[in-house]
């Protein structure tokens, strides 16, 4: 929802003051230079990205009008990992064989399903708990196993938003672009009447506008929200890894957690009476 209205203020603020200035709205309306800079930024993003990566960023883009990771997401996460901790202390490690090798009819998954279809967060979880389950990675080999787990996601997930950031560098240039031809099609009517060759050069300025406007105002600033986004899918993995390092060593679950909450940023962490009142909910279940 703040993408769209931070376009709507950009326009806004752009176009108010144009008109404010006495500019006419209609003068902006050169298509042709729309195609010319539209086309040629698409063109080099297919050129300059590889096709796992232009997916990647489509799902990225439609998934940015979605809300990110909030409060409750970290809470649900943090409490699920205390019952499935709680089960490892009540049944042993065996007794979460079923729960992570078919997550899908876990109890406990399915009580949140936000966790549930985060594919990678899952895979994430359920492989560290079949490598913790099998006993045979020391704490500090896990710890490296998970970051380089860690690392290897951001990495990827990082790609489409850095494609999307090099477009946006490229489009002052394609607007000059546009610009340019703009300027050899005036000088090919330069005999003609005055109100030809201003309108034909107001279209060639047109061109630099819309240019510098897409890159500043909107595609740049597209890639840093996907950026962000990325950041945080980090942070929840991040968050993830903690408990899972200090259940493997031995901590009592409810410690586990906490050592995730403390990895937190503030404005997501829940408080540490928050989260002890939703565990003792969870053991009542």
Same mark, same amino acid.
Request: aromatic share 8%; glycine share 10%.
């Given at each position: ?85 709680? $089960? =490892?202390?009540?049944? /042993?490690? *065996?007794?979460?064989?079923? +729960? &992570?090798?078919? %997550? ?72 000059? $672009? =546009?610009?340019?031809? /703009?300027? *050899?099609?005036?000088?090919? +009517? &330069?005999?003609? %009447? ?92």
């Amino acid at each position: 929802m703040l993408v769209f209205v931070g376009a709507i203020v950009v326009l806004g603020s752009v176009l108010g003051g144009y008109m404010w200035h006495g500019g006419q709205v209609l003068a902006l309306n050169q298509p042709n230079e729309v195609l010319i800079i539209g086309g040629a930024a698409l063109g080099a993003l297919i050129i300059s990205t590889p096709v796992a990566v232009l997916k990647s960023l489509i799902k990225q883009i439609t998934g940015v009008l979605g809300g990110g990771f909030v409060k409750k997401d970290y809470l649900d996460i943090l409490v699920m990992m205390f019952e499935v901790f709680n $089960v =490892a202390r009540r049944d /042993g490690l *065996v007794g979460l064989e079923n +729960h &992570i090798e078919h %997550p899908d009819d876990s109890e406990i998954f399915q009580r949140y399903p936000k966790f549930l279809k985060n594919h990678e967060a899952m895979a994430f979880f359920a492989d560290t708990m079949r490598v913790i389950i099998s006993g045979a990675v020391q704490p500090h080999d896990l710890e490296d196993l998970m970051d380089s787990d860690i690392e290897a996601l951001h990495e990827e997930e990082i790609a489409p938003p850095s494609a999307l950031s090099n477009t946006a560098d490229s489009l002052p240039g394609l607007g000059i $672009v =546009a610009a340019v031809l /703009g300027v *050899v099609i005036t000088m090919g +009517h &330069i005999d003609g %009447p005055p109100e030809e060759i201003g309108a034909n050069v107001a279209a060639a300025l047109v061109g630099t506008f819309l240019g510098i406007l897409a890159c500043y105002g909107f595609v740049g600033p597209l890639a840093t929200t996907l950026k962000h986004r990325v950041d945080e899918n980090k942070q929840y993995l991040t968050c993830i890894k903690h408990a899972l390092l200090a259940f493997n060593k031995g901590v009592a679950g409810v410690i586990a957690v906490e050592f995730a909450r403390r990895s937190l940023f503030n404005q997501v962490r829940p408080d540490f009476l928050e989260l002890e009142t939703a565990c003792n909910e969870a053991k009542k279940r």
